[in-house]
């Protein structure tokens, strides 16, 4: 389900913005809400300027993909060793469980 997620740093078109977005997360929870998204991003170029300012959206929600992100080894083996392996996750006492 987490597999080929795109690594922070990359820029994203979503389909219902006009702003690029950088993605800074993934796998996340924002607060007050028991919906798991896949990334959590901020404007680009603005960078984060408050909690206020960020992103949650799913992969469904990415018209294009402008920039793929720095992916070194640690990246690589982050992806294999952690995202490829997440199954289905659910929400528990506010924080992100595997179901």
């Known amino acids: ?12 078109q979503l ?3 006009e702003h690029l977005v950088m993605i800074c997360g993934r ?21 984060i300027s408050g909690a206020d300012n960020m992103l949650f959206f799913d992969r469904g929600a990415i018209d ?4 793929i992100g720095f992916q070194d080894e640690d990246e690589i083996d982050y992806r294999s060793e952690v995202l490829d392996k997440l199954g289905e996750l659910k929400v528990v006492d506010g924080e992100i469980k595997e179901a």
């Not at 389900?1 to 994203?12: A, E, F």
């Not at 294009?64 to 920039?67: A, P």
């Open 64 to 67: 294009r993909v402008v920039f």
């Open 1 to 12: 389900m987490y597999k080929d997620m795109l690594p922070c740093g990359s820029i994203v």
């Open 15 to 17: 389909t219902e913005g």
């Open 27 to 47: 796998v996340v929870l924002a607060e007050g809400n028991d919906h798991i998204f896949d990334y959590m991003g901020c404007f680009y170029p603005d960078g």
